[in-house]
């Protein structure tokens, strides 16, 4: 079907072998904060697609808890734990769970291919997709956080915080299920991490801490998305102390720088095998 | 343009495991030297297995090989495989990374991501989905679209963000006629307008002969020929293949049909046999009249095709190229 004999064409070196030394252009590299911005705005454009997973089921899942716990709880500092604790679960949910599957079936069935054969940086494509993930979770984490407050009668004067929450638990936690995602050897190990993470931030931020034993409470503190809850629950006081606000999201800010460098690493090493 | 010497990639062997038996060592390829030249389009054929795709993800700095070298352009890509992405274009066979975005979204996304701005991207992305007749299914996420239309789609995003060489892996699969001759006028606007080069891996037979300037055809990991088309039919130019259909099983009990058994190769009711000219006029004879004829459903008489090249050249694989 082809019409062009090989040998008219412009530039046509047939039979002269190219001289060694000879090395052509190379196309132009995509440069770091354009490409991070084309694939945030390719997987953010995917909601309209996966509307159902991405955006509702985790909200469903935290107001279920919440109404759940309604009977069980007191109205001080335990509703603070729940109402806090539901609304970061939606991070949780979204952010590390459905982007550790996310990343896990990518990388399985050979999607990373189109990303590794264009000059994209890796940190690119991994805080892209963190971001674009984190950004899901926004109106979920909203209702929940507003749905709560009216449901356990708690002051929705702080809620402001969320602006800073959401960001930095979500890179935290998008940053671990990225990481998770790239890392696990099988898409299935990658579904299992992802929601073992989320049920452990389930377990240990929903229910209020001062009950559990030493152990589970030490589990707690080295899970990311405690600090998005503390941070979140001691806003709803009469007199918060912004202080520990501060070193609480400084922590999840920590633990984001962390992971997403591991993540972009985990990326770099599964896109070249 | 790309120098491809002693390339050799070995899988190792699998542990068997509960429930999953072991596999042994695999060499997917096996000491393979080529040299494509700019402007033309190379192909791969083999059947299923044979080790185009290893190659191809080794080409384009996917894949590490254990030994050997790989140059494109001047450009030593083992050592230095993130300079592939800025050379060439890959079509993989998986779009799983653009499947839920739409059409457009795919090739502006990918433009952008070969290091085009915004408004360049944009406009390449519309050249680009006219010229191939997507534009009506822009709006479409892939996922929504059928197998040939998704391919199509893919092959769009490839070719946003001009690279001086293509690498597509089976990019016709699933297309329709139109789609078809869509992407190789593409190709050929390409190949007159700027010298670009293809790179193809195909297990069809036909698209091989129709499309392909050279050839190198692949199996268990080594290339056993490597020409035009029309250079590789010439090896087995004495021949001619004769394919027989019978009704419902062939009449053995006729001496000659019987006679022929052994140097057919059966697959249901179809006999094909590979003979000379002569013999083959004498075959045609015999069943067409007498006993035979009565069994006989159907007969084609055929000049060689690349399959009867790959299996004259002792391919192994009797069923894996595909006719179409």
């Known amino acids: 079907m082809s019409v062009v004999p090989a040998d008219v064409l412009p530039g046509s070196a047939l039979a002269v072998d190219e001289p060694a030394a000879y090395a052509a252009e190379l196309g132009p590299r995509a440069r770091l904060w354009p490409s991070l911005a084309a694939v945030y705005r390719a997987q953010l454009s995917r909601a309209r697609v996966a509307r159902i997973p991405l955006l509702f089921v985790a909200t469903f899942q935290s107001i279920g808890i919440m109404i759940l716990m309604r009977g069980v709880v007191d109205d001080g500092a335990e509703a603070q734990a729940v109402v806090a604790g539901s609304s970061v679960l939606v991070v949780a949910f979204v952010a590390l769970n459905l982007l550790a599957q996310y990343f896990g079936q990518l990388r399985a069935s050979g999607g990373l291919d189109h990303y590794a054969t264009l000059p994209v940086p890796p940190a690119a494509v991994v805080l892209g997709a963190a971001g674009a993930y984190a950004s899901f979770t926004v109106p979920g984490t909203v209702v929940t956080a507003v749905f709560g407050c009216v449901l356990f009668g708690l002051p929705l004067a702080h809620l402001w915080i969320l602006v800073a929450v959401i960001p930095l638990a979500g890179a935290a936690l998008a940053g671990l299920g990225a990481a998770l995602g790239l890392l696990a050897p099988r898409p299935e190990l990658a579904t299992l991490l992802g929601q073992l993470g989320m049920s452990a931030a389930l377990l240990l931020g929903v229910l209020p801490a001062d009950r559990m034993p030493e152990v589970v409470r030490f589990a707690r503190d080295l899970l990311p998305s405690t600090y998005g809850v503390e941070a979140f629950a001691r806003t709803f006081g009469p007199n918060p102390d912004w202080a520990f606000v501060l070193g609480d999201l400084a922590v999840c800010g920590f633990v984001g720088v962390v992971s997403l460098a591991v993540a972009t690493w985990a990326y770099r090493r599964a896109a070249v095998r | ?324």
Request: with cysteine.
């Open chain 2, 1 to 324: 343009m790309c120098a491809v010497r002693g390339l050799t990639k070995t899988y190792p062997a699998v542990r068997a495991r509960r429930g999953a038996p072991g596999t042994p060592e695999v060499r997917a390829t096996d000491d393979v030297t080529l040299d494509i030249r700019r402007g033309e389009i190379f192909g791969l054929l083999g059947p299923n297995g044979a080790g185009k795709s290893t190659l191809v993800r080794q080409l384009t700095g996917l894949m590490r090989p254990d030994r050997g070298s790989v140059e494109i352009l001047g450009h030593d890509i083992v050592r230095h495989p993130e300079r592939a992405a800025r050379i060439l274009a890959y079509l993989g066979q998986e779009s799983t990374a653009l499947d839920e975005l739409t059409v457009s979204l795919a090739a502006e996304t990918t433009g952008r991501l070969r290091g085009l701005d915004v408004r360049r991207a944009r406009a390449e992305r519309d050249d680009v989905l006219d010229e191939l007749g997507l534009a009506p299914l822009a709006g479409r996420p892939l996922k929504k679209l059928s197998g040939g239309q998704r391919r199509l789609a893919c092959f769009a995003a490839a070719l946003v963000g001009e690279r001086s060489l293509l690498v597509l892996d089976e990019p016709t699969t699933g297309m329709d006629p139109v789609a078809r001759r869509a992407v190789w006028s593409a190709v050929d606007r390409r190949r007159a307008e700027r010298g670009t080069t293809v790179l193809l891996v195909t297990h069809n037979v036909i698209e091989a002969e129709t499309v392909l300037d050279r050839v190198a055809v692949l199996d268990r990991g080594r290339v056993i020929a490597c020409d035009t088309p029309t250079g590789l039919k010439e090896q087995v130019a004495g021949e001619v293949r004769v394919d027989l259909v019978w009704r419902d099983a062939a009449p053995l009990h006729v001496p000659e049909v019987a006679a022929l058994r052994d140097r057919a190769v059966e697959s249901g009711r179809l006999w094909t046999l590979r003979l000379g000219p002569e013999e083959a006029r004498a075959v045609v004879a015999t069943v067409t009249g007498g006993a035979a004829f009565a069994a006989l459903d159907d007969f084609t008489l055929a000049t060689p095709s690349l399959e009867d090249v790959y299996l004259a050249l002792g391919g192994a694989v009797q069923q894996g190229l595909v006719k179409a």
